[in-house]
């Protein structure tokens, strides 16, 4: 038997699973939405965030995850929503949000950013231990702002969350949401920053109960047989020391088996998305000396307008926009002085993907330039520096913008 072809390919995995319980109703929101924004010729972006999770067995306990907590397409969502687009926040559940991301996952508890007043007895009868609460003197400024784009965006319906778990829900949401968007056409842009697992167990693969780490008593086992239970737990895979006498002497060692997730990007080419929408996707490397292969490798086999190139190490501060058309390959970068600090990131690694892929072509070994120039409304600081997504997402909006006019 051939290679099954990308449709055959989807039309198995998804029998192979059962849709969302909250698909149907996410669909009737999206279709809302989208409705209302056509009918107001506005564009829609679809931001995928945060990680996917792949179950270890069907009534999860265990299961794979990735670092990812949403932080580039919360705070891309925020710069996509003060440019004027619509967005539909496709977010792994208790990820990072937009606008409440700048205190939800803050080094401080949020009540930090509280405080009780004082209030007199004569006002509302509550007495002095009754103070309203109160934002601290320091904070104002910034929840202010931080309030009023967000009161915005839900006062004129331009921001819809919808959440995810799993792989399998992840994908699920995506190919319906990109079919609801059809009616958008150019006005529809997609940009997948999920972080989605490459692989995972197939459904028919999957143990129903929690996996055992050793053990389980022979007493146990035998009950269960006497009880006619035909998914008796094997000795060879089971657990519990705890009910034992004597705990066993040897664990059970963990070996899975998993199956790449199909290579369904493609499909949101050429059958799921609106014709003439723009496609952006991610790729994110440790390797600086394999980023650009492997950026320009995605973008071949997905056929997608742009692929976003990062580094673990310095995804904060530099990108490499890599697209099918010249230049082919651009870099985008925070300016030294405004650089946001950051503990994971490793800054004398900026510029190292880039002077690799000189090298690999035979170019000169100067190293890459330390800063791309600011536009003038970019200069604006948070408290911590520029962040990136407002060089990212004004520079996507030109393409985007390109694009329109081409099909106009």
Not at 127 to 152: F, S
Not at 214 to 227: A, L, T, Y
Request: negative net charge.
């Amino acid at each position: 038997m051939g290679e099954m072809s990308p449709a055959q390919a989807e039309s198995m995995y998804f029998n192979n699973y059962p849709p969302p319980k909250a698909l149907q109703k996410h669909e009737s929101l999206a279709r809302a939405f989208i409705d209302y924004h056509v009918e107001a010729n506005r564009r829609l972006v679809l931001v995928t965030s945060g990680g996917t999770t792949v179950p270890l067995e069907n009534q999860t306990v265990r299961f794979i995850d990735n670092f990812s907590a949403g932080t580039r397409g919360a705070t891309s969502a925020e710069y996509f929503l003060q440019a004027g687009y619509a967005v539909i926040f496709l977010h792994r559940q208790f990820s990072l949000l937009p606008y409440s991301r700048h205190y939800s996952h803050s080094t401080n508890c949020f009540l930090d950013f509280m405080d009780e007043a004082t209030c007199s007895s004569s006002a509302g009868g509550e007495g002095p231990n009754h103070g309203p609460i109160v934002v601290r003197d320091e904070y104002q400024d910034e929840m202010r702002d931080v309030l009023r784009q967000y009161r915005y965006a839900k006062k004129n319906n331009l921001l819809l969350l919808l959440p995810f778990t799993t792989v399998s829900e992840y994908l699920f949401e995506l190919r319906s949401l990109a079919q609801l968007m059809r009616p958008l056409g150019p006005n529809a842009l997609f940009y997948l920053a999920a972080a989605v697992s490459d692989f995972f167990i197939p459904r028919d693969r999957m143990v129903e109960h929690k996996i055992q780490s050793s053990e389980i008593p022979d007493s146990v086992r035998q009950q269960q047989q006497q009880q006619g239970q035909e998914d008796a737990i094997d000795p060879a895979d089971v657990y519990t020391g705890e009910n034992e006498a004597q705990p066993p002497t040897n664990s059970k060692k963990l070996i899975i088996d998993l199956d790449p997730v199909p290579k369904f990007l493609h499909r949101l080419v050429d059958g799921w998305a609106p014709d003439g929408s723009m496609i952006v996707s991610f790729k994110l490397e440790t390797d600086p000396g394999i980023l650009v292969y492997k950026a320009r490798t995605a973008l071949q086999r997905y056929s997608h307008h742009l692929v976003i190139g990062n580094l673990l190490s310095t995804r904060k501060w530099e990108v490499v926009f890599v697209t099918p058309d010249p230049p082919h390959e651009r870099w985008i970068r925070v300016p030294k002085s405004k650089r946001s600090k950051s503990i994971s990131g490793v800054e004398d690694q900026v510029g190292l993907a880039e002077h690799s892929r000189q090298l690999a072509a035979g170019g000169g070994g100067d190293q890459a330039n330390e800063s791309r120039p600011l536009a003038a409304d970019e200069s604006e600081l948070s408290r911590n520096g520029i962040e990136i997504e407002s060089l990212i997402i004004p520079e996507l909006i030109k393409m985007h913008s390109q694009m329109i006019k081409a099909r106009t």
